[in-house]
């Protein structure tokens, strides 16, 4: 498995553990690594909720 699988499977799985509290986990995730300064972390954060978004989908007819 690539590292590009290896995300998408790492966010689908966040998505099926935290469900409605995603968005809560997520921000929890970014608000720490920013309190650290670590920018790698904070990228692969970044890189994982548009993953989020994108398996997400639409809704209301608009996309995340």
């Known amino acids: ?4 699988h290896e995300r998408w499977a790492f966010a689908a799985k966040l998505l099926d553990v935290h469900r409605s509290r ?5 921000e929890g995730r ?3 690594y920013r309190r650290l300064g670590d920018e790698d972390a904070l990228a692969f954060w970044e890189d994982i909720t548009e993953k989020l978004i ?9 996309t995340h």
């Open 1 to 4: 498995m690539t590292p590009e």
């Open 22 to 26: 995603i968005g809560r986990f997520i």
């Open 54 to 62: 994108q398996l997400m989908g639409p809704e209301d007819g608009r």
């Open 30 to 32: 970014a608000a720490h």
